[in-house]
């Protein structure tokens, strides 16, 4: 802070044309301005905001600084600006597995710093060379929650969270080559601010910093960027393109050498711009179309500042405000409002007839050019930048505070990596349940234990120069661990009566084809299904009678063949009804399980598919109608030699025979009066009855075979 003293405060704009630089007397109305003097670089000295060489550079201030002290006397102090221009913008991105752990602020300050970090190791290449650059300050860009974006973290849960930056980061040398000039020429630095954040301070009252604005600062050679919102500065960034583009663009329309267009561009307002080409021709243009010459280039410059801005910003703001000489380029404002869908009276110039402040203006300072010379005088008189230094273990680290300055800050310049100090979240365990995916969450890892001058803190907390920070690593989380009963829904026990007595079926539990108990710990990508059993034969087994649908075989000779029959142990019957294996059972159903009989012959009988010769079936023709006569199976069996039937046990070994019952012959005329009634054919006065098959006289006995024509008549 400048207090009022003989000396008066000296505010310097080292500028890529010029270095402005202007004297004031702090008093009750504000500055007072003494004096101002305004020099132009002699040689490209200047590049881009940055000082390329030293000893011209302060050979130009200390002429500068001899003609204020012939006005105000000795001058040893001096404010000054780093470029917007000279300042760096990078992206960084940061993911983090949370594994749905709920997301507190720290951890999602730890992320965005992490972002900022690797946007830092990004611009810088490499490690070790990340220390050169201090961060100005950053913006989100977005954040992610499980790959879909969303407005904020804080408070939400998922598997992984990330977030963008954009990082905004001064050079170390752009601030030595500064000090080095300034030494040069016998000056010290007493404060050093940004030529944003000066023009901010000369423009914009702190009432309304609150608004979402873009400052533009239109050079020679860029064009910076300042994004204000919610009281400070939020963004900044470049385009390298200004009011030099426009220059070259009118010089290679008229055929001009670049100082003549320059000189012709400052010249617009006149009626006729009047200037000599190259081959020696003298033009006379008129002001109009000179001026429309210049649109398609002023179109391009408007483009690509639009797109900075809203890439910053990730909308238009609510006004722009346009300084520096390319400023004034005609038809800049209009075309920018254009670009941004903004109304053209959101878009302006802004000269300084009148800025909070200061008790008076000089005429060579109210124009748009004028505006960061006076940002930087009151800047160093309401908030110049401090060298801050501050101690993060037994690490000294040098911080400027551009912004307010945090633990986070000190740690990232110290060369901690934020990462690190976050314990990382258990292991989660991956389950399927019935076909539906699960993941059970590991316990997370804690956030890093801060002290600043021996008071708990965070990341967020406020550091000024002399304080000590002391950092330990937060602890891992717990794998997870949990029971298969922690995850299945509650299963009711199946209750059915089993020979009278009332038994509980318990829900069946099964981990990767193993059938566990519930309380059995659950291990990572297990398949867990959780049922109550319905089949029959699972709750025969659940009740303690696996045995119930049991069978065993009996191997035996048949005719010679060795053949086998399985026979059951049991017979079950559900609700007084046969059952099978696979039959439903219900709550309440009464089973009933008894030993099943020895096996019989009979028993295979039913299963056995062959079926011995016998007497087949009959169709024959008989008085010109088909009739039928069904087959007959006439079987005797022996068994081991001895006479059999079908109630005879079949046991292991046994040789068995199917013997045809030779009283059983082939089929004859008088099987046909099974179906036939003789006496139903004869007429009142006949006497005898005869037969014919397939014509031929016949008898009784006349054997039948399938297809005979018979013939059944009375004389």
Not at 113 to 133: I, N, P, W
Not at 287 to 301: C, N, R, Y
Request: include cysteine.
């Amino acid at each position: 802070m400048v207090s009022e003293k003989s000396e008066p405060l000296f505010a310097l704009d080292i500028g890529t044309r010029t270095v402005v630089g202007l004297t004031a007397i702090p008093g009750t109305k504000g500055l007072t301005i003494k004096a101002v003097e305004i020099l132009e670089h002699q040689t490209r000295s200047m590049l881009d905001g940055q000082i390329h060489d030293i000893p011209r550079v302060a050979e130009l201030i200390r002429r500068l600084k001899a003609r204020l002290e012939k006005k105000v006397g000795p001058l040893r102090d001096v404010a000054v600006a780093a470029a917007g221009r000279a300042l760096k913008t990078c992206r960084g991105k940061a993911v983090r597995a949370v594994n749905g752990s709920r997301l507190e602020a720290d951890a999602v300050r730890g992320l965005e710093l992490e972002a900022l970090e690797q946007a830092r190791r990004e611009l810088a290449g490499d490690e070790e060379s990340a220390g050169r650059y201090h961060c100005v300050g950053y913006s989100v860009v977005e954040y992610k929650l499980d790959g879909t974006t969303i407005g904020n973290l804080l408070g939400q849960r998922g598997q992984e969270a990330s977030t963008e930056v954009i990082g905004t980061f001064l050079p170390k040398v752009v601030v030595e080559s500064l000090a080095a000039a300034l030494e040069a020429a016998d000056l010290q630095m007493r404060a050093l601010t940004l030529e944003p954040i000066a023009a901010i301070h000369a423009l914009i009252p702190a009432s309304m910093r609150k608004l979402n604005l873009a400052l533009v600062d239109v050079g020679a050679g860029t064009s910076d960027i300042a994004l204000t919102a919610e009281g400070t500065v939020v963004a900044y960034g470049m385009v390298p393109s200004a009011g030099d583009e426009i220059t070259e663009a009118l010089a290679e329309t008229w055929l001009l050498d670049f100082d003549t267009a320059e000189t012709a561009k400052r010249n617009w307002r006149d009626a006729e711009i009047r200037f000599t080409d190259v081959l020696g021709h003298s033009r006379k243009v008129p002001g109009p179309e000179f001026v429309q010459s210049m649109a398609p280039a002023v179109d391009g410059l408007s483009e690509l500042i639009a797109r900075e801005i809203l890439s910053l910003n990730g909308r238009p703001p609510a006004a722009v405000l346009l300084i520096g000489g390319g400023s004034l380029t005609p038809g800049l404002p209009e075309s920018l409002a254009r670009k941004l869908g903004l109304p053209q009276d959101r878009v302006a110039v802004r000269s300084v007839d009148h800025v909070a402040g200061f008790a008076r203006i000089p005429p060579r300072l109210k124009g748009p050019d004028g505006v960061t010379p006076l940002g930087i005088a009151l800047a160093a008189l309401e908030h110049p930048v401090q060298t801050a230094t501050v101690r993060v273990g037994s690490t000294e680290v040098h911080l400027f505070d551009f912004r307010d300055l945090t633990v986070g800050d000190a740690l990232i310049q110290a060369g901690i990596h934020i990462r690190s100090l976050f314990g990382r979240p258990g292991a989660a365990l991956t389950v399927t349940i019935g076909g539906e995916r699960r993941v059970v969450p590991g316990s997370p890892g804690s956030g890093p234990e801060i002290r600043l001058n021996g008071s708990p803190a965070t990341l967020d907390s406020p550091v000024t120069s002399g304080d000590h920070i002391e950092v330990r690593p937060g602890q891992n989380g717990k794998d997870a661990r949990c029971r298969i009963e922690d995850l299945i829904p509650p299963l009711q026990s199946l209750s059915v009566y089993v020979n009278g007595v009332s038994q509980p079926v318990p829900p069946r539990v099964f981990m990767n084809g193993h059938r566990v108990k519930p309380d059995t710990q659950v291990v990572d990508r297990a398949m867990i299904e959780a049922y109550i059993p319905e089949q029959l034969r699972d709750v025969l087994e659940d009740v303690g009678r696996p045995e119930a649908f049991s069978q065993r075989e009996i191997h035996f000779t048949w005719n010679g063949r060795s053949v086998q029959y399985v026979h059951p142990n049991w017979i079950v019957t559900l609700n007084g009804v046969a059952a099978e294996p696979g039959t439903v059972v219900a709550a309440g159903d009464r089973i009933e399980i008894v030993e099943a009989p020895p096996p019989v012959l009979a028993d295979w009988l039913v299963t056995n598919p062959e079926r011995s010769p016998g007497r087949p079936a009959l169709t024959v023709t008989v008085n010109g109608q088909l009739v039928r006569l069904d087959g007959e199976d006439y079987r005797a069996f022996r068994c081991n030699g001895r006479p059999a039937d079908p109630g005879t046990p079949l046991q292991d070994g046994d040789d068995w025979v199917e013997v045809w019952d030779e009283q059983v012959g082939e089929w004859i005329i008088s099987d046909l009066f099974r179906v036939i009634d003789p006496e139903g054919l004869r007429p009142a006065d006949a006497r005898s009855f005869h037969v014919e098959v397939n014509g031929a006289e016949a008898t009784f006995t006349t054997p039948l075979h399938t297809g005979d024509n018979v013939r059944l008549y009375w004389r």
